[in-house]
T-cell receptor, first 113, second 115 residues
Framework: GDSVTQMEGPVTLSEEAFLTINCTYTATGYPSLFWYVQYPGEGLQLLLKATKADDKGSNKGFEATYRKETTSFHLEKGSVQVSDSAVYFCALSGKNTGNQFYFGTGTSLTVIP | GAVVSQHPSWVICKSGTSVKIECRSLDFQATTMFWYRQFPKQSLMLMATSNEGSKATYEQGVEKDKFLINHASLTLSTLTVTSAHPEDSSFYIC???????????FGDGTRLSIL
């Protein structure tokens, strides 16, 4: 079945460091791919998404490219800030999943000053 | 601003109490709502899918008599945890989709603590 495999954390980085959180997926058809962010004690917020191969989603300095050939959607940011500390979830959804979301296990990021 | 409102955000109650959580779509008609449960430091687990005007579809292992879901209107779904016990303590999150099915908007979650 459809699934998402996400890099395990926790990840600790110094401010202004480069961030990569790996995400690969298994799916039938052509799902949409998402990154969600969850700040402590809060719900999920959509960070970015891509709906087809080679699309690049971007928001708040974060980027991820839908790579069909490697079935990946890695999240990157060139210079992280303390305020980026949160848990990041990779997810997929699409018509073949009945629009149900499949989430990765989440990666906790802590950015230290 | 928020497009899905979830209430309450935090509830603490005694064992044996039934707790109702509301999920409202604020500016769109939600034909489908999803209910998730999240344990500490874990991912979201889908509990059930709720379609307006019909019975909810529960995931394997989720007790439908324990977690009652009602989706009586296009803007409101409720999850009732009946006779809650400490093991039901968790973070519950709802999400909603409109007729076009994208994107899925999430509520801010409800932290349920059963003493």
């Amino acid at each position: 079945g459809d699934s998402v495999t996400q890099m395990e954390g926790p990840v600790t980085l110094s401010e202004e460091a480069f961030l990569t959180i790996n995400c690969t997926y298994t799916a039938t058809g052509y799902p949409s791919l998402f990154w969600y962010v969850q700040y402590p004690g809060e719900g999920l917020q959509l960070l970015l998404k891509a709906t087809k191969a080679d699309d690049k989603g971007s928001n708040k300095g974060f980027e991820a490219t839908y790579r069909k050939e490697t079935t990946s959607f890695h999240l990157e940011k060139g210079s992280v800030q303390v305020s980026d500390s949160a848990v990041y979830f990779c997810a997929l959804s699409g018509k073949n999943t009945g629009n149900q979301f499949y989430f990765g296990t989440g990666t906790s990021l802590t950015v230290i000053p | 601003g928020a497009v899905v409102s979830q209430h309450p955000s935090w509830v603490i109650c005694k064992s044996g109490t039934s707790v109702k959580i509301e999920c409202r779509s604020l500016d769109f008609q939600a034909t489908t709502m999803f209910w998730y449960r999240q344990f500490p430091k874990q991912s979201l687990m889908l509990m059930a899918t709720s379609n307006e005007g019909s019975k909810a579809t529960y995931e394997q292992g989720v007790e439908k008599d324990k977690f009652l879901i009602n989706h009586a209107s296009l803007t409101l779904s409720t999850l009732t945890v009946t006779s809650a016990h400490p093991e039901d303590s968790s973070f519950y999150i709802c999400s909603a989709v409109d007729r076009l099915n994208q994107p899925q908007h999430f509520g801010d979650g409800t932290r349920l603590s059963i003493l």
